[in-house]
C-alpha cells in the first residue's frame, strides 16, 4: 500500500514477481490539486529461519545480533538513506515495513533493498561473517518510480553536464565535477562532459551489467566529495541559536549530524558540531568522524565488491 501526504492508503496490487513500483501517474494526478511532500509506503519483509542457520553460528541464532533495514537509493539525486526495520536481536519472522519518500530528496526513480546486517562484532573464528555492520543477507531490489524524467523538475540539488573547459565560471583541468555555491541557497553540480566515456556510464539507467556497476563506482566517488563539502558547510552556517538559513542544509544535517555524535537529539547534535567546526582543533576530529560517517552511508566497498565480480565473469 501507499499514502500521499497523510491520505488514506491505496492498495499497490502488485503482481507476482513485480519489483517496479510505478506511482508516476497517482503523483501526476496529485498534483493537478497543488503539489505532493511525502509518498508513504507499507510492505512486509520476511526473514527466513533458513537465512538466519545460513549467515549465523549455532550459539547466535536463539537471539541474532543482527538488524534489518531497507536502503533507500536515488540515482538521479545522489540521495541515499536508509529506514531501520528491526534492531538487534533480529529474529526469523515477518516485519513490517514503512518508506517515506520526500519528494525534495527524489526524483525519477528510487530503489528500495533490505538488508540483514551483523549488530556486533564477534571472534574471527569459523565461516560466518564477525565485524559490526557486515552485510550478511539481502533481498530483491524494488524500484518505485515517483516521476517521469522532466526538466521542469529540479532534483534536490541541481545538476548539469557541461564542457569545463568551455566554462569561464568552472575550475581548469581534468576535474570530473565542481559543486557550485554561488547561489548558496541551491547548490549545483557541474559534471565535466570533457569526459564523455565517463559521463556516457553516469547516463547508463540499467541495474545489472558492466556499465551499471561502473556508474555506481562513479556515483560514489562523486557522493563522497559532494556530501563532505554539504556537511561541513552546513555545519558551519549553524547559527547561535542551532538553526540554519536553507532547507538544504536542514536535510544535510538531519541525516549525518545524530550519527556523527551518536545522539538522538538533533540540536545536540547540531550544537557539538557547530563547536568543532568553529575550534581548530577539533576540526580534525570532524573530518575523522564525517569519512567515518560517509564510508558506512555511502558503502563504497560493495559497490566496489559489485565491480569486481562483474569483471571476473566477464
Not at 497543488?34 to 537471539?63: C, H, I, M, N
Not at 519472522?93 to 519528494?103: A, E, N, R, S
Not at 551499471?212 to 558551519?236: C, E, F, K, N, P
Not at 555524535?261 to 582543533?281: C, F, I, N, W
Request: glycine content about 6%.
Amino acid at each position: 500500500m501507499y499514502s500521499v501526504d497523510g491520505k488514506k492508503p491505496v492498495d499497490l496490487e502488485l503482481k507476482a514477481g513485480q519489483t517496479q513500483i510505478d506511482l508516476s501517474s497517482a503523483l501526476e494526478a496529485e498534483m493537478e490539486s497543488g503539489d505532493w511532500e511525502k509518498v508513504v509506503l507499507y510492505g512486509q519483509l520476511e526473514v527466513p529461519e533458513t537465512t538466519v542457520e545460513a549467515v549465523f553460528p549455532q550459539e547466535e541464532r536463539e537471539s541474532p545480533p543482527a538488524k534489518l533495514y531497507v536502503a533507500v537509493r536515488c540515482h538521479s539525486t545522489i540521495y541515499r538513506d536508509r529506514t531501520i526495520v528491526s534492531k538487534s536481536p533480529t529474529d526469523d519472522g515477518v516485519y513490517d515495513v514503512t518508506i517515506v519518500l520526500h519528494k525534495d530528496v527524489v526524483r525519477d526513480e528510487v530503489e528500495l533493498r533490505p538488508y540483514l546486517v551483523r549488530a556486533s562484532d564477534r571472534s574471527r573464528d569459523g565461516q560466518y561473517a564477525y565485524k559490526k555492520n557486515f552485510r550478511v543477507s539481502s533481498g530483491d531490489i524494488y524500484t518505485v518510480v515517483v516521476d517521469r524524467p522532466s526538466d521542469e523538475q529540479p532534483p534536490a540539488i541541481d545538476g548539469e553536464e557541461i564542457s569545463f573547459s568551455q566554462a569561464s565560471h568552472l575550475p581548469e583541468g581534468e576535474k570530473l565535477y565542481y559543486l557550485d555555491f554561488r547561489n548558496e541557497a541551491r547548490p549545483k553540480l557541474w559534471i565535466n562532459s570533457d569526459h564523455p566515456r565517463i559521463t556516457d556510464v553516469l547516463q547508463s539507467r540499467g541495474s545489472v551489467g558492466a556499465e551499471a556497476r561502473m556508474r555506481d563506482v562513479i556515483l560514489d566517488q562523486i557522493s563522497y566529495g559532494v556530501w563532505i563539502q554539504l556537511l561541513i558547510r552546513a555545519g558551519s552556517a549553524i547559527d547561535g541559536d542551532g538553526d540554519v538559513d536553507f532547507e538544504w542544509q536542514q536535510t544535510v544535517l538531519e541525516t549525518f549530524a545524530r550519527n556523527l555524535y551518536e545522539v538522538d537529539d538533533l540540536s545536540e547534535a547540531m550544537q557539538r558540531l557547530r563547536t568543532d567546526l568553529g575550534e581548530k582543533e577539533s576540526l580534525p576530529h570532524v573530518l575523522e568522524l564525517a569519512d567515518r560517517e560517509l564510508q558506512e552511508y555511502i558503502d563504497h566497498r560493495t559497490q566496489l565488491i559489485n565491480l569486481m565480480e562483474e569483471g571476473l565473469s566477464i
